[in-house]
Structure formats: structure tokens, C-alpha cells
């Protein structure tokens, strides 16, 4: 028969309004007997504190020992800009931003300098620092802004992917990147009900067709 219940689904901001709107919705609509409560947390949640029972999370610093995990991907971070501001962006000494903004949002990178690992095998690292940065709590305006040529933006490759194919965005430093993040998403080990196992399970399986141009 139809599976209810309560379910608490906790996810990174981003993914939740980039990725996982389409599937939210499929999953509502298919399983109206389940009371949905979906909590956007860009910080790493302690799921016994919050009582969570389906938690995604990407970034290296993702904890896997509290959830029974479903899936592991991979992503790929990226900065990226407007095309005009990527021609004329200066770059001073060791890789100093001058003439850019970063436009920071949720837990996303350092607040210092990044480090950007060299695609090309056996050149070095680049430390990046930019000289002024300015912090946006949502990632879709964000992005916007990258899009009109305010500045450039840190997110998950995804996220951009359709700007990326029309050259509406370009990555800055294009011989110059970050290393995967893994996206986790599963069951909290203290709250493996029925509901819970299928509401990671349909999320799951959206995710991993939004995913699958990339791979």
C-alpha cells in the first residue's frame, strides 16, 4: 500500500534550488501521504540534534560515519564569470585579483585565498586572492549576477552547466581548477523508516539523471 509518513530532507542551498526542484516535485505529487519538511543548510547538521532522516551533503568536509549512505558522486567546483569580465580581469604577482569581485555565498570556499589546481600535468598550484568580495545568502542570485557581469562566482558545475554550453558564463582561470567534491546523500541511522528510505531513494535516482550529461 501507499508508504506515509513524516520525513525531514536536509540539503545545500544550491542544490536544493538548482538540481532538485523537478524531482521535489515528482515526489510530492507521486506520494501525497508523505508530510515532506525540507530544511535548506548550507553547514554540515548534526542529524541527532535536528532529527533528520534523509540528509544530501557535498564538500570534502561531507561526514559519512552518522548516514547510511545510497549514493556517492562525484562534482566538480568551479569559478566562473561573464566572458567580457574574463578577458579583461588583471592578475598581479602570485595570482592576485585586482580588478574582480568574488561573489560568496552560503558555506561555499574560503574566505582567503583559494588554491587552484593546475590541469596541466606537473605545473604548480596558484594561490588566488581577491581583492574585494561581497556576500550573497542565495546561490541563484548569485549566479545571476556572475551572468550580468558583477563578478565571479564559486559553485558546482551542474549548477552552470547550461550557461557554460550557450557561453553565457566561462570559467576564470580556465587552466586552473578545483579537484572533485563528493555529493553524499542517504538515511540517518536513527531514523530509517519506510518513508525515509524511499524519499533518499526517488531523490537518489532524480539526482542521478540531472547528473548524467556529465558523466
Keep these: 500500500g501507499p508508504i506515509t509518513g ?3 530532507f536536509t540539503a545545500p542551498r544550491e542544490v536544493l ?3 532538485l526542484v523537478e524531482g521535489l516535485r515528482d515526489l510530492m505529487i507521486a506520494h501525497p501521504g508523505i508530510n515532506l519538511s ?3 543548510a548550507d553547514q554540515i547538521l548534526d542529524p541527532r540534534r535536528q532529527r533528520l532522516d534523509v540528509i544530501l551533503r557535498v564538500g570534502p568536509a ?3 560515519d552518522d548516514i547510511d549512505c545510497l549514493t556517492e558522486v562525484p562534482v566538480q567546483p568551479v569559478l566562473v564569470c561573464h566572458p567580457d569580465l574574463a578577458a579583461r580581469m588583471g592578475v598581479e604577482g602570485e595570482g592576485l585579483i585586482t580588478s574582480a ?3 560568496r555565498f552560503g558555506a561555499f570556499g574560503p574566505a582567503g585565498p583559494m588554491t587552484l589546481r593546475a590541469r596541466a600535468a606537473g605545473e604548480p598550484e596558484r594561490e588566488v586572492e581577491f581583492a574585494r568580495q561581497t556576500v550573497i545568502t542565495d546561490v541563484a542570485l548569485a549566479i545571476a549576477l556572475a551572468r550580468a557581469g558583477v563578478g565571479v562566482v564559486g559553485c558546482l558545475e551542474p549548477s552552470v552547466r547550461d550557461d557554460l554550453a550557450r557561453g553565457r ?3 576564470a582561470f580556465p587552466g586552473f ?3 572533485t567534491v563528493p555529493m553524499r546523500i542517504g538515511v540517518s541511522k536513527g531514523h530509517q523508516t519506510p518513508a525515509a528510505l524511499l524519499v533518499a531513494t526517488e531523490l537518489a535516482r532524480s539526482l542521478t539523471d ?3 550529461p556529465a558523466r
Excluded: H, K, P, T
Design 169 to 171: 558564463l566561462v570559467e
Design 6 to 8: 513524516e520525513v525531514v
Design 17 to 19: 534550488q538548482l538540481w
Design 101 to 103: 569581485e568574488l561573489l
Design 38 to 40: 525540507i530544511l535548506a
Design 177 to 179: 581548477g578545483f579537484s
Design 62 to 64: 561531507a561526514r559519512n
Design 210 to 212: 540531472f547528473l548524467a
